[in-house]
């Protein structure tokens, strides 16, 4: 005869926590959204194996030729610079509102990537802004860099810096350690409506409010705001894809963790 047993919904939830656990992302951090929303079980963007619920943008098919996936690890591979293979951003098949993202990165000499969310299609608009005829995809980009050895590390006040929101909001440099390339990195994104928090190696280096006065002034004041190319409304929509930026350097993603957050609790 066979046995059901039946999994109560808190220890389901006990075991979703312990297969995703790492104490490199504790949940005392994020306490407080735990304790007022609604937050779903941790899940893995990364499956075991392919690219399941990834595409490049447009829903073109990745290409494997760069991107990998090692033992449910996204690895790109940009060591053979001379190969003619165009840059192949990677997005998440589906759109997200409010969440907490956790990753982990290891970088090579110089690398530069970043984790974009709020991504969406600007047209013309985002084509300009991106330097290109035909390319209008933009969204808020936790920035990936290996700072010490790529110029960018430095430009505008640590606008281009990792954990920064690029070329709008530096991270905290008092709070900000960021380990040499080749070493693990770990991120965390939190969306929540309009407050967004980026953390790096467990500490909290970036708080903004979209739509602020703060917010406002610094867009004004980077590339999605120029003379020649302006993104009206940028990073003001509630919801977009999430992406993995090939910059034409290499990169590991060893994982990338969401929650997706609910409804307040009542």
């Known amino acids: 005869m066979t046995r059901r047993i039946a999994l109560f919904p808190s220890l389901f939830l006990a075991f979703c926590l312990s297969t995703f656990a790492d104490d490199r992302f504790p949940t005392s951090d994020i306490q407080w959204i735990l304790d007022q ?4 079980e941790p899940e893995s963007l990364i499956p075991e194996k ?3 619920g990834w595409t490049w943008h447009y ?3 990745i ?3 760069k991107w990998s996936n090692q033992n449910g690890k996204f690895v790109l591979d940009r060591s053979n610079r001379t190969r003619d293979l165009p840059e192949g951003d990677i997005v998440t098949a589906k759109q997200y509102t409010n969440f907490i993202l956790d990753f982990v990165w290891i970088g090579t000499r110089g690398c530069n990537s970043g984790v974009k969310y709020r991504l ?3 047209g013309a608009d985002g084509a300009k802004v991106n330097y290109s005829q035909d390319f209008g995809w933009l969204g808020c980009e936790y ?3 290996d700072d010490p050895n790529n110029g960018e590390g430095s430009k505008d006040d640590g606008r281009w810096s990792t954990a920064s929101l690029y070329s709008v909001f530096a991270p905290d440099k008092d709070k900000k350690k960021l380990n040499p390339f080749g070493e693990v990195n770990t991120g965390r994104i939190v969306v929540l409506d309009n407050h967004i928090e980026h953390w790096l190696n ?5 708080v903004y409010e979209v739509g602020s006065e703060a917010w406002k002034s610094a867009i004004g004041k980077s590339k999605f705001w120029r003379d020649d190319a302006k993104a009206a409304g940028f990073g003001e929509n509630p919801s977009g894809f999430i992406m993995l930026q090939d910059h034409q350097n290499t990169i590991t993603f060893e994982k990338v963790v969401i929650r997706v957050i609910g409804k307040k609790k009542d």
């Open 50 to 52: 392919g690219f399941d």
């Open 202 to 206: 467990g500490e909290k280096v970036l």
């Open 120 to 122: 969406k299609d600007f």
């Open 143 to 145: 920035q990936i860099l």
């Open 63 to 65: 290409s494997q030729a």
């Open 59 to 61: 829903g073109k098919e």
């Open 37 to 40: 929303y609604q937050v779903a």
